[in-house]
Each structure stands twice: as C-alpha cells, then as structure tokens.
C-alpha cells in the first residue's frame, strides 16, 4: 500500500487539486495509465496492483480514488458468505489503517466526525481532513453483485 501513501503524500500540498495535476502526479510516479481519456486527462491508473482513479465533478471538485484490496463476487454472481467477505475487508482495513496514520501524512489530517450519508456508503471506515479537503479509507460494495473493496478516497471539494 506504500504506493498509495505516496501517491497522497504527492496529492497533499497540490493547489488546486484538479483532474490535470492529479494525472500528472501519478504520472510522475511511474503509475500506468488505465487508457481511459475523459475530457483530455487520463482517469484510470495501476501500480502494484492498487487501481487509482480520477473523478470530475459540478463546482471544479475533484475526487482521487484508490482500491487496495478487492474481492469479486462467487461464481453465482453474488457472495456465498457476505458477512466473511465484509470481514476480509475490514481486516486488510484494520491492517492499512496504521500505513496511513503511521505515515508524514498523519501529521497534516485531522480525524474528521463519521456521518451519515458516510455510513449509509462504507460499511467501515475513517475520516480525516486536511486544509478542506476529505481523506476517507473504508470497505465499500456499491451493490450487491459488485465487488467488496477497501478504497482510500482524497476529495477536494468543489466552490458551494
């Protein structure tokens, strides 16, 4: 998971954070680009195994995601034991929770409050902040046939 301390590491002290200086940290990096183009930067990146995307939104906010461990759906499509795999999740999250808080990033976040809308998307997480901007580490499924994943997200909001 050093890559993606790294990756935040660089991400930190970048003003403004948008989809361009984003892509150009992880190119400079040495990540491989994942080949999807949107809006003339590249959003899809790979090293070691972690995935790392780039996501635009409304008001120049700009969200820079990563998954650093993932489990597919079974065979059938769906999970044969959801709560095992949801236990897989948060113990790699236990495991690279301390990557984070033992790294010179931790000095810079402060642990922000877990809420709602957070709890209704992560099954497990936690949530810092640093000069406005949200870093958040949980186990996540979007969907019930989609994959159980650990992502790290850094968002920088956009002007309200």
Known sequence: MAEVIAMLEELRD???LTAKTAAARFLA?????????????????????VGGWIQTFGGGAVSVSFFVWIRDVDESGYFDDLDAVYEQGEQVLADFL????????????????????????FIKLKKW????????????????????????????????
């Open 14 to 16: 970048v003003t403004p």
């Open 29 to 49: 990096l040495e990540w491989t680009p994942g080949s999807k183009v949107r809006d003339g930067v590249e959003t899809s990146w790979d090293k070691g195994g």
């Open 98 to 121: 301390p990557e984070i808080e033992e790294s010179p990033l931790a000095g810079h976040l402060v642990e922000a409050e877990v809420t709602e809308a957070d709890r209704d998307e």
């Open 129 to 160: 902040t640093h000069d406005g901007r949200i870093l958040t580490a949980g186990v996540i499924q979007h969907d019930t046939d989609l994959p159980v994943m650990v992502m790290v997200v850094l968002e920088e909001p956009g002007a309200a």
